[in-house]
């Protein structure tokens, strides 16, 4: 059997104007992953036959087993069986059976059923059918040529239960899937993606089973780690061996894998040394706060926070004294200093972080967009201060201060452990 080389195709504009997020080619590639099938191509097509029969022809040309989700509705824009089916050249059919089915599923949901659902209908020849028993239209299994097409709504649950209950089946009678690929995603903090790619190029430039793909997103990287292998057991020996070379060269910035987020493993350090937080925050608006009481569980440990935007908030809420700010500005280590301290006595917090600084797109008291003072502090023996110039636009830039008050909770957070 030839090596399968699978393709995924989200149909429909919405996707293209980005009114829905393609979710649909990330879940199938991973499940398809876990079964051994390597995924090559993902397209997105809008609703027009022309690029569509385009989409299906590319596809046939380079993949043999090709994903198909969405246009299988009842409108005129939904395309997928009518150019599939002219693609392969194979007629269409209304087939009685799902017609009942059709009857059925609105008569029990007290509903007049409309002409135009009769389209979902309409079968391709040859077809083999995919039940779906969470909506209206059926999936199909299209052979053609040496392509397998699989067509399959756009609606995520239609579309998981097809796969679940009889795509994978027959996968697994259809083809010879042996191997199982196994990815793991080790996340990191505090260190750069270019400094992170020297500290281990030698392990990136010798990869072959498993793979090593470096990930960058605002703040932090992450190494994407993936094996081929029999089992799922010997994938996962693979893909330690490389974890393990990864913690003896840059093992101090780990902070954990997979879908694990830094407030998640913040919020989790807090609870295991029973501490509690506060914060203080200017540019940041509440975002740090927002952050922390995304994670379930984190009312345990995060007391709240004091969103002093103006002068006078941070004065008569929090307490900052109004020489200091008269004397060193907003957007100093001196007041930066005194929220910490403040919201901590405020609030009765074992530890507090606080914010200070430009998120722009103008200047403030002499100092650029960017510049921004973050403290962590325990007492005024015991804190941490410092300034910094993030250049970007202003909401990232105020990602960047929580991202890096994160960062320094986890580092304080693991040294209370040594």
Same mark, same amino acid.
Not at 114 to 143: C, D, F, H, W, Y
């Given at each position: 059997?030839?090596?399968?080389?699978?393709?995924?195709?989200?149909?429909?504009?919405?996707?293209?104007?980005?009114?829905?997020?393609?979710?649909?080619?990330?879940?199938?590639?991973?499940? +398809?992953?876990?079964?051994?099938?390597?995924?090559?191509?993902?397209?997105?097509? %809008?609703?027009?036959?022309?690029?569509? $029969?385009?989409?299906?022809?590319?596809?046939?040309? /380079?993949?043999?087993?090709?994903?198909?989700?969405?246009?299988?509705?009842?409108?005129?824009?939904?395309?997928?069986?009518?150019?599939?089916?002219?693609?392969?050249?194979?007629?269409?059919?209304?087939?009685?059976?799902?017609?009942?089915?059709?009857?059925?599923?609105?008569?029990?949901? %007290?509903?007049?059923?409309?002409?135009?659902?009769?389209?979902?209908?309409?079968?391709?020849?040859?077809? *083999?059918? !995919?039940?779906?028993?969470?909506?209206?239209?059926?999936?199909?299994?299209? /052979?053609?040529?040496?392509?397998?097409?699989?067509?399959?709504?756009?609606?995520?649950?239609?579309?998981? &239960?097809?796969?679940?209950?009889?795509? +994978?089946?027959?996968?697994?009678?259809?083809?010879?899937?042996?191997?199982? !690929?196994?990815?793991?995603?080790? /996340?990191?903090?505090?260190?750069?993606?270019?400094?992170?790619?020297?500290?281990?190029?030698?392990?990136?430039?010798?990869?072959?089973?498993?793979? !090593?793909?470096?990930?960058?997103?605002?703040?932090?990287?992450?190494?994407?780690?993936?094996?081929?292998?029999?089992?799922?057991?010997?994938?996962?020996?693979?893909? &330690?061996?490389?974890?393990?070379?990864?913690?003896?060269?840059?093992?101090?910035?780990?902070?954990?894998?997979?879908?694990?987020? !830094?407030?998640?493993?913040?919020?989790?350090?807090?609870?295991?040394?029973?501490?509690?937080?506060?914060?203080?925050?200017?540019?940041? %608006?509440?975002?740090?706060?927002?952050?922390?009481?995304?994670?379930?569980?984190?009312?345990?440990?995060? &007391?709240?926070?004091?969103?002093?935007?103006?002068?006078?908030? &941070?004065?008569?809420?929090?307490?900052?004294?109004?020489?200091?700010?008269?004397?060193?500005?907003?957007?100093?280590?001196?007041?930066?200093?005194?929220?910490?301290?403040?919201?901590?006595?405020?609030?009765? *917090?074992?530890?507090?972080?606080?914010?200070?600084?430009?998120?722009?797109?103008?200047? +403030?008291?002499?100092?650029?967009? %960017?510049?921004?003072?973050?403290?962590?502090?325990?007492?005024?023996?015991?804190? /941490?201060?410092?300034?910094?110039? $993030?250049?970007?636009?202003?909401?990232?830039?105020?990602?960047?201060?929580?991202?890096?008050?994160?960062?320094?909770?986890?580092?304080?957070?693991?040294?209370?452990? *040594?």
């Amino acid at each position: 059997m030839a090596q399968l080389k699978a393709e995924i195709i989200g149909v429909g504009t919405e996707l293209l104007l980005g009114q829905i997020a393609n979710t649909n080619a990330q879940w199938i590639s991973e499940v +398809l992953a876990n079964q051994g099938i390597s995924v090559y191509y993902h397209q997105v097509v %809008g609703d027009n036959e022309k690029r569509l $029969f385009d989409t299906f022809s590319l596809a046939a040309n /380079r993949s043999n087993l090709v994903f198909v989700t969405g246009g299988l509705g009842p409108t005129d824009d939904d395309l997928t069986r009518d150019v599939l089916s002219d693609f392969t050249g194979k007629t269409l059919y209304q087939d009685a059976h799902v017609v009942e089915q059709l009857e059925v599923f609105f008569k029990k949901r %007290g509903r007049g059923m409309s002409l135009n659902n009769m389209k979902q209908a309409n079968v391709i020849e040859g077809a *083999t059918l !995919i039940p779906n028993e969470a909506g209206t239209a059926p999936g199909m299994i299209v /052979r053609h040529q040496q392509t397998t097409f699989i067509i399959m709504p756009g609606v995520p649950n239609e579309m998981k &239960k097809m796969m679940e209950d009889t795509v +994978l089946p027959y996968l697994r009678e259809t083809f010879d899937l042996e191997d199982v !690929i196994l990815s793991k995603m080790i /996340r990191f903090i505090g260190i750069g993606e270019s400094q992170l790619e020297m500290e281990v190029k030698d392990l990136i430039d010798a990869q072959t089973n498993p793979t !090593i793909a470096p990930l960058a997103s605002d703040g932090e990287v992450a190494l994407r780690i993936t094996a081929k292998a029999k089992t799922a057991h010997k994938a996962q020996q693979l893909n &330690k061996q490389i974890e393990d070379a990864l913690y003896l060269r840059v093992g101090q910035y780990i902070y954990g894998y997979n879908q694990e987020t !830094i407030a998640e493993i913040v919020v989790q350090g807090l609870k295991d040394q029973e501490l509690t937080l506060s914060a203080a925050e200017s540019l940041t %608006g509440g975002k740090f706060s927002d952050a922390m009481i995304s994670v379930p569980g984190a009312s345990h440990v995060f &007391k709240g926070g004091v969103v002093s935007y103006s002068n006078n908030v &941070k004065i008569e809420a929090l307490g900052v004294k109004k020489e200091t700010i008269m004397q060193h500005g907003a957007v100093s280590e001196q007041t930066a200093l005194e929220m910490a301290r403040q919201v901590k006595h405020l609030l009765n *917090t074992d530890v507090s972080v606080s914010f200070t600084g430009v998120a722009g797109p103008d200047h +403030l008291e002499g100092h650029a967009p %960017g510049t921004v003072y973050i403290c962590l502090y325990q007492s005024d023996e015991h804190y /941490r201060l410092e300034k910094f110039e $993030f250049v970007n636009h202003r909401e990232l830039i105020r990602a960047r201060a929580v991202k890096k008050a994160l960062e320094w909770l986890h580092i304080f957070l693991q040294s209370n452990n *040594t």
